[in-house]
């Protein structure tokens, strides 16, 4: 935490975690997030995944209720390529998903 000359902070406490103020100068987003409404169509199809619609909209509620989204980086939402998912995923399970896709 940064204490100014004055004695007072330039960070505040949201959630037990520090984020520098809105409003001081130059503070470039140190960290994005990408988001877009038509993540609210992903379902799992009866895979075993994490990832649903309502996990997507609960944690994004929560970052733009606490003032975190003004403070971070929109990330342009674009499909992902195999190279990208294959850094996450293996290929069998690249393969799995295609053999649902409509492509």
């Known amino acids: 935490m940064a204490i100014e000359k004055d004695g007072t902070s330039n960070e505040m406490d949201v959630d037990g975690e520090l984020f520098p103020q809105i409003g ?22 009866g895979m075993d995944h994490d990832e649903d619609p309502q996990r997507i909209s609960v944690i994004y509620d929560k970052l733009r209720r606490l003032g975190c989204l003004q403070l971070m980086k929109k990330i342009p939402c674009q499909p992902a390529s195999e190279e990208e998912i294959l850094t996450v995923h293996t290929a069998d399970h690249w393969d799995k998903v295609m053999s649902y896709s409509c492509r």
């Open 24 to 45: 001081t100068a130059d503070i470039k987003p140190a960290v994005g997030y990408v988001y877009d409404v038509i993540m609210m169509a992903h379902y799992n199809r």
